[in-house]
């Protein structure tokens, strides 16, 4: 199909992003980038050079949104943590990072919030418009203590600084300070810190604490010098939430160790919460190694004294699954915002495109009704990435980045997974994917 600079779509049923069911018999308007107008069918009058596309029966929705991935071009299966990405040349993570990238767009994700080098020039380049790919609000690497979450010990700490791919090395006020400047000389929209650990190496547990208030307040206060710039805090454990509630962040990442004040806060203060299910509900199934692949491990358990008795055991492994997924569930009762993060950071692991789309099913999995799971993954996703004036709902004014699906989306979340079901694919008013194939 080619579509013009001016055309309407006919006879569908639109799902407009606030978390609703279809509106039937309605129209959709499209001149150059922006939705123009959205109305009955009933209220439908043809305008000169209008291009008509008649789209009885198929659904109507905005581009999905996902709110945390990794475009960093790594290969890796997690048994030696991230030292297989890091060991690989950086122009060669650039270059599968468009790969990457345009995987997302074919399933129906139409921007992306990432947390990478790459992402900086990624958007520049998707942005000309001669490659397809997915808008890309870009962080560019994230700030990381040394010896934190985007450290690896197995490499000097001058290799670090050199060569990662999603983390930058800064401690202090200062130095933090002045990395939230150069991310931003390089055109970050966001910028990214890590206020706990993530449990990827043996200094890097998501029980500790990173960054004192004080740092976390300066990268916040940093970045928000530039209006429109937000912050989002990794942060796992319940004292370093509320650090980076306290400091002023826009958005809380994973999350999981949440009480009923720490939520009450985070809706009191709009802060919205990326709970990226998928990963934290399957890391002992799917990302750590476990039983005979522990034994290949590069970093043996036994690596500092403090974790000796912590047996990661069966009963230990379910304790934190169930305080995830109570987490997530305290959020949704309390009115958190919640928005749709994968958190996909190389394949094998967690393949392009279809990870997004798995976190759909997980939000559905544990309490979130289907039209919830939709808003998630268009409104308040859009919110998370500062983009919610221009993207995330079907409404005149907002950029044309469409869905056309050929079944009901709010009928069961298996639609949305099932790329198949995605027809066409509009990003700014402009058609990139029909029936899974790039239209340009």
Known sequence: ??????YVLLNVSVVDGYGGYPIENTFVEVRENEIAAVDSMKA????PDIQEVDLDGYYVMPGLNDAHVHLAGGR????????EVLAEPKMVRAMRSVYEAQKILKRGFTSVRDISWNGLYLKRIFGEGILPGPRVIACGPGLSRTGGHSDL???TEDYVKEQHFWGVLADGCEEIRKCVRR???EGADQIKI?????????NDLNTDVHYTFEEIKTCVDEAHMLKGTLVCAHAENNEAINMAIDAGVDTIEHGEDLDEE???KMVEKGIILVPTLGMLVNWFTDMMAIGEDAEKMIRPDVFLHRTVDQKQDEDYQKKVVQKTIDSFCLAREKGVKIALGSDTVYEPLTPYGEYS???LKEMVKYGMTVPEAIKAATLTAAEALGMSHRIGTIEAGKNADLLVVKKDPTSSVEVLYNPENIQFIILNGRLAVEEGRFAY
């Open 357 to 359: 789309a798995l976190e």
């Open 76 to 83: 890796g299966d997690f048994v030696y943590g991230e030292t």
């Open 183 to 185: 991310n931003l000389r």
């Open 194 to 202: 890590w206020a706990s650990g993530g449990d990827n190496w043996a």
């Open 44 to 47: 439908y009058k043809k305008k």
């Open 153 to 155: 010990f197995q490499y």
């Open 1 to 6: 199909m080619l579509l013009k600079d001016h």
């Open 262 to 264: 720490t939520a009450e």
